[in-house]
């Protein structure tokens, strides 16, 4: 009964979809320690990504619920459903935002000074679809929080590569939740919700989209002389250039069905890729 609970949890907060933000978080740790840092900060830093994104996740599923009530396509979530009560929801969030805190005061000071930001960042993300089509740059602002937090727990300051990595981890996001966005375009505008493809239309949000990602793997290329990276990170950078381009052409304004293939399951598979790459980069 519990480990069926704890699996119901983990599916509402989608703990799988921590590989957005883990990635890019690992690489800035790397980047700032110039190797491993100790393994007490590793492991803090790793509790609060997870606290941080998990937190995030079922805040941004209690603020939507009414939403996700009324659209088709997520009116089967947990708490809609009743699956899980708003008062777990609630409590699930201030355990997740308390270990956040926890792992801040045991990093270094202004890990806990930049805490209440932090929480605020999600917390105007999940009520931005109501006024301004912005939202997926503020989702990827939340993303893009996590390398430059990383490079703060390590050096407890706030260093440029972790904030140019920050913005490629920004406009990449942003670019694979426009895609996602798409599937809710009728719904979105029937109810008055702001969002890229709903203001503008799928096909200019396909635009958009490869725009922002082009844009992140140009911030990416700039990191390689910025931080005087070697040979396999050359190839990681292709690798994850051309599944950016396998995502953008399974999915066209009529042909929408591989939607969360190109949102989900390649983006993971482009974090995993860009860490394991650059990681074999900085240890080789």
């Known amino acids: 009964m519990v480990f069926k609970k704890i699996k119901t949890y983990a599916n509402l907060v989608m703990f799988s979809h921590t590989l957005f933000s883990l990635p890019f978080a690992m690489i800035s740790m790397l980047w700032a320690a110039e190797g491993i840092p100790p393994l007490n900060t590793v492991f803090w830093?790793?509790?609060?990504?997870?606290?941080?994104?998990?937190?995030?996740?079922?805040?941004?599923?209690?603020?939507?619920?009414?939403?996700?009530?009324?659209?088709?396509?997520?009116?089967?979530?947990?708490?809609?459903?009743?699956?899980?009560k708003r008062k777990e929801a609630l409590l699930l969030i201030i355990i997740c935002f308390a270990i956040m805190f926890i792992a801040a005061v045991m990093l270094n000071p202004l890990?806990?000074?930049l805490f209440p930001?932090?929480?605020?960042?999600?917390?105007?993300?999940?009520?931005?679809?109501?006024f301004t089509w912005l939202c997926h740059l503020i989702l990827g602002v939340?993303?893009?929080g996590a390398p430059v937090g990383a490079w703060i727990a390590v050096k407890e300051?706030?260093?440029i590569p972790s904030l140019i990595l920050g913005?490629?981890?920004?406009?990449?996001?942003?670019?694979?939740?426009?895609i996602y966005g798409i599937l809710d375009i009728e719904f979105d505008r029937s109810e008055?919700?702001?969002?890229?493809?709903?203001v503008f239309g799928a096909k200019n949000a396909l635009f958009i989209s490869s725009i922002f990602h082009l844009l992140a793997m140009l911030a990416l290329i700039f990191l390689y002389f910025f931080m005087n990276m070697g040979v396999l990170y050359v190839v990681g950078i292709i690798i994850c250039f051309i599944i950016l381009i396998i995502e953008h052409i399974i999915v066209t304004p009529v042909k929408l069905e591989r939607i969360k293939t190109a949102s989900y399951t390649l983006n993971q598979l482009m974090g995993c890729i860009f860490f394991i790459f650059t990681a074999a980069d900085i240890f080789i």
């Open 45 to 84: 830093i790793l509790v609060a990504l997870v606290g941080a994104r998990n937190g995030a996740n079922a805040l941004n599923r209690l603020i939507d619920w009414k939403i996700d009530a009324k659209n088709p396509r997520t009116s089967n979530r947990h708490i809609p459903q009743g699956t899980v």
């Open 111 to 113: 890990c806990v000074k």
């Open 117 to 130: 930001l932090a929480v605020l960042i999600f917390i105007f993300y999940s009520y931005t679809k109501r």
């Open 142 to 144: 939340a993303c893009g």
């Open 157 to 159: 300051e706030i260093g």
């Open 167 to 178: 913005a490629a981890s920004l406009l990449w996001v942003a670019g694979f939740d426009i």
């Open 192 to 198: 008055g919700l702001y969002s890229i493809p709903a």
